[in-house]
């Protein structure tokens, strides 16, 4: 199957459109508890700055991802391999991956999330259109209900997130202190996971069928259309009204609307690139280069973001929160640049991106002609 030029800047987007979400969590003194609205009321410009990314583009890449497991599903059969065989394993190194990020990094890593979705939607995507819709709806029926009932809860009975513990760790604290308070504090740290599964098997199967429905097609432009408009033109107005409506809709504000917000930008984005001709320009190659090292610019980015931000870096949250919030898009901007920059630079002399690297090393290992020898192979 040929490359998709538009899912590669569609990862690019993705990827920096998450940090778009993830750097008020970074620049804001309080940490994480600013994501649970715990920090007190934003001012109206912050919060039209969060509305622009928050959960839009974790639905973008869900639903990417949904695309990339029916592009391995489609390699897997045209070869004659046993499904799901090796794409366990490589589920396997996605959370594994996903906890050291979690534990040394960042405490909203969504790799976990996705590897256990990629594990569930693995044994479904070659079933048939009836148990795939099924299955779609029943996800949905259990996301619906959950944001619903917290919903429900935040509303009348006064039920709030809880706070982490320590309102300096991420001023003061060092980086040993901030990796013992995710593994102190799973349960509050990981609780999104509830949300995104349900929600990543639904958005991994719709993905799925996008592709099959020929949505990165030139002749896709209706259904492309029809996105749009469900998107951008319905569901982005409802999700500005959220999030205005308080704390207590902040599940809606995330998992609901946003979700649907991504199909728009999906079916957007999809046909600005395929009308485009001739060389790409800088903005194009650089979202292409970030999307072609995906894995990487998400590790990276949000490491970044904890060095220049974090006590135990240059501690610029506190320093500037006086400037709060100007200052958190420019960094966003700052840290995209460079990546942007860096991705293009490091694709100049290697294939893949180095999280990338190490990932394939680790994947074909067990694979490689010795142990299939040994173990009679897939």
């Not at 001023?171 to 995104?196: C, H, K, M």
């Amino acid at each position: 199957m040929k490359r998709i030029e538009a899912l590669d800047v569609l990862r690019g987007v993705a990827i920096l459109g998450t940090l778009g979400t993830n750097i008020w969590i970074f620049t804001a003194p309080g940490g994480p508890a600013d994501l649970l609205g715990l920090g007190g009321q934003s001012g109206a410009v912050e919060t039209f700055l969060r509305f622009l990314t928050n959960g839009k583009f974790l639905g973008l890449l869900t639903l990417l991802f949904g695309v990339g497991l029916e592009i391995q599903y489609r390699s897997a059969v045209r070869k004659g391999m046993r499904w799901p065989g090796r794409y366990l394993w490589r589920a396997a190194l996605l959370l594994a991956e996903g906890v050291l990020h979690y534990v040394l990094i960042f405490e909203f890593d969504v790799l976990m999330g996705y590897a256990v979705t990629s594990m569930i939607v693995a044994y479904l995507i070659g079933r048939s259109d009836r148990v795939v819709r099924a299955w779609m709806i029943g996800a949905g029926a259990v996301h619906v209900a959950l944001v619903g009932l917290l919903t429900l809860a935040m509303l009348y009975g006064g039920a709030q997130p809880p706070e982490p513990a320590g309102s300096t760790l991420f001023t003061q604290g060092s980086w040993a202190d901030q990796v013992a308070s995710r593994l102190q504090n799973p349960g509050l740290y990981r609780a999104e996971l509830i949300f995104i599964i349900p929600m990543g098997i639904v958005l991994f199967l719709l993905g799925s069928r996008l592709l099959r429905a020929g949505v990165f097609e030139p002749e896709g432009e209706a259904l492309r259309r029809r996105l749009a408009i469900l998107g951008l033109g319905v569901a982005a107005p409802l999700n500005l009204l959220t999030s205005y409506a308080g704390p207590a809709w902040f599940a809606v504000d995330r998992y609901i609307l946003p979700p649907l917000v991504a199909l728009g930008l999906l079916g957007l984005i999809t046909s600005i690139v395929l009308r485009m001709r001739g060389p790409a320009g800088p903005i194009r190659r650089g979202l292409t280069d970030v999307g072609r090292t995906a894995l990487s610019c998400y590790v990276f980015q949000n490491l970044v973001a904890g060095a220049l931000c974090y006590g135990w870096g240059l501690g610029l949250a506190a320093r500037l929160d006086w400037l709060r919030p100007w200052w958190v898009p420019l960094l966003w901007a700052l840290i995209c640049v460079s990546f942007m920059i860096l991705a293009s630079l490091w694709l100049r002399r290697f294939s893949r991106g180095p999280v990338e690297l190490a990932w394939q090393w680790a994947y074909a290992a067990p694979f490689r002609k010795g142990v299939m020898s040994r173990t009679g192979g897939n």
